[in-house]
């Protein structure tokens, strides 16, 4: 393996989101679709494809990895994991700015676990004395995001 190719989203409102990940967070739309997909999950007499609304989303140009976020057809289903749920409860983003990047989605009504605060950075793969920035924040339909920074 070399790296993560993409995170998928399921969102309820993409409008809602769009504003969240485009104008609050800074990803840049790369592609908006409407896809016709197959139904994985299809039991007998269900429809074999389904519709959903994409948007694939990336924060520069020369990086392959990418957000997709995608809304269904009909009404959303299901709520986002918690914290230290089974399965992805959350993910992560490094950025260069946190801490202004924290003023500006607090004073967007962006609900934050807690402020940015300071760790080791063994959990990175880095030596103890390496610090990273972090805070853990949600989105609108309250799927958990976090913001990671190098600092030293």
Known sequence: MRGVSHVAIGVSDMDRALKFYRDVLGLKVALDAQEKLPRFNAKPGDPK??????VYMRWNE??????????NEGEASGKPLKLDQVGIHHFSFWVDDLRERFQKM?????KFFADPHESAGEAYGLAHERRVLT?????PDGTVLQFDQLLN
Do not use: E, Y
């Not at 494809?49 to 994409?54: G, I, K, L, N, V």
């Open 62 to 71: 020369s990086d392959p990895s990418f957000v997709v976020l995608s809304q």
């Open 49 to 54: 494809t389904f519709q959903r609304h994409a």
């Open 135 to 139: 805070c853990l924040f949600q989105d």
């Open 106 to 110: 607090k004073a967007a009504g962006v």
